[in-house]
C-alpha cells in the first residue's frame, strides 16, 4: 500500500482510509460485530492505516468496534474520530461545540477507542454558536496535554478554516467529494494546498452510486438515510446513471471497476487527499484497495473531465436542513 502525508503536518497514513460509520449505522442494521472485527483486521493486513469514526456512530457503538478491532494494532495505525454532535433526548442529533463538552467528550473517545491519544480529532459540523477559535483552542489544549495528536475540520467553510488554523494548526479536513460531488474544487482545495492541509473525502463512491451497483430500482433498508437523500429518488438515480456509464467505459479498457476508477481519479487529484470508502464487504474492500495500484494517465483524466462537464447530476446531496450545517 502506498503512504500519503497531509500537507506538512507529518502525520503520514495509507494512501487509501476506511470509513468505518457504516459499520454500525446509517446504511441501515448494524453488521455482525465478529464479522466487522474480521473485517477491519484484514484492512490492515492489507495495508491501510487509516481508519475514521465519530462519537455519534451509533452512538457510541461505532467506537467501540474500532477500539477492539484495532487494539492489536496499536501504534501502527492512525485512528480519527469525531466531536460536537450528540443525540438530543428525542433521537435527533445536537451540535455541541463547547470547550467543556470537547473535554468530556475526548474522555469517552480515549476510552472507547483503547488509546492513550487520538491520532486525528475533528469536529464533526461547524457549530455556529461557539467560536471556531475557542474550539481550536479546546483541542489545542488536549494536544498539549498528549490527548490529541492532530486537529481536523469536517465541511467548514474557508474563512472558518483560517480562523482555525490561526489558533491550532490544522492537520487533515474532511469533506465529501467525488466525480458526483465537485464543489470542493472551487474554494477548499486551492485554500487546503496553500496552507498545507490534507483532504480526506467522505462518501469518495457517492454513497454507493459510484460503484454501478446501484439503479432506479434498487430499494434502501427503512433505516438507510439514503432514503431521505434527494439525489436517491429513483428519478434522480435514473438520470444520473450517464455518470455510471462514462465510468464503466474507462473501467473496461483499464481493466477495473466504476468504483475502481471513481476513487483512481479522486487519488489523482492532489498528492495529499485520502478518500476514506467505507464498506461491510470483504470483496468490496479488496476491490476498493485494488484502486491504489490504477493508473489514469493525463488523457485518461482529460477524457473524463471532458465527459463529466457534459453530464448535469440530478438532485441534493442533502435534504435542506442536513445541508445548512455545513460550510460555515
Known sequence: MKKRKFGKSGLEVSALGLGCMGMSYGYGPAGDKLEMIALIRKAVELGVTFFDTAEVYGPFTNEELVGEALAPFRGRVAIATKFGIKHGPSGQQVQDSRPEEIKQSIEGSLKRLRVDAIDLYYQHRVDPKVPIEDVAGAVRDLIREGKVKHFGLSEPGVKTIRRAHAVQPVTAIQSEYSLWWRRPEA???????????????????????????????????????????????????????????????????????????????????????????????????????????????????????????????QGERYPEALEKRTGL
Do not use: H
Not at 456509464?245 to 473501467?251: E, K
Open 187 to 313: 474554494e477548499l482545495l486551492p485554500t487546503l494546498e496553500e496552507l498545507g492541509i490534507g483532504l480526506v473525502p467522505f462518501s469518495p463512491l457517492g454513497k454507493g452510486f459510484l460503484t454501478g451497483k446501484i439503479d432506479e430500482k434498487t430499494t434502501f433498508d427503512k433505516s438507510d438515510f439514503r432514503n431521505i437523500v434527494p439525489r436517491f429518488t429513483p428519478e434522480a438515480r435514473k438520470a444520473n446513471q450517464a455518470l455510471i456509464d462514462l465510468l464503466r467505459t474507462i473501467a473496461d479498457r483499464k481493466k477495473a471497476t466504476p468504483a475502481q476508477i471513481a476513487l483512481a481519479w479522486l487519488l489523482a487529484q492532489k498528492a495529499w487527499i485520502v478518500p476514506i470508502p467505507g464498506t461491510t464487504k470483504l470483496s468490496r474492500l479488496e476491490e476498493n484497495i485494488g484502486a491504489v495500484a490504477v493508473e489514469l494517465a493525463s488523457e485518461d483524466l482529460r477524457e473524463i473531465e471532458s465527459a463529466v462537464s457534459k453530464i448535469a447530476i
